[in-house]
């Protein structure tokens, strides 16, 4: 973490960029990580249920 700079005066210039406070290529693969993450465990939520399903499915069928 950067430190905290006060400034007492802030001066506006024109025809000067103005530089980003992230880097856009850390930002993404983070965001590619993160995506990656929730379809692994939508994909492990998506067979336990369907594993709970078949289970519950013979259950009610045994019972009739």
Known sequence: ????????APIVRQH????SNVN???EMTRLI???RLVDMYSK????HMDD???DAISKL???A
Request: glycine share 0%; aromatic share 4%.
């Open 44 to 47: 492990v939520l998506r067979t």
């Open 33 to 35: 990580e993160a995506n």
């Open 24 to 26: 856009a290529v850390t």
């Open 1 to 8: 973490m950067s430190e905290r700079v006060e400034l007492n």
């Open 16 to 19: 000067f960029l103005e530089k």
């Open 52 to 54: 709970l399903h078949a």
């Open 61 to 63: 069928a045994a019972r």
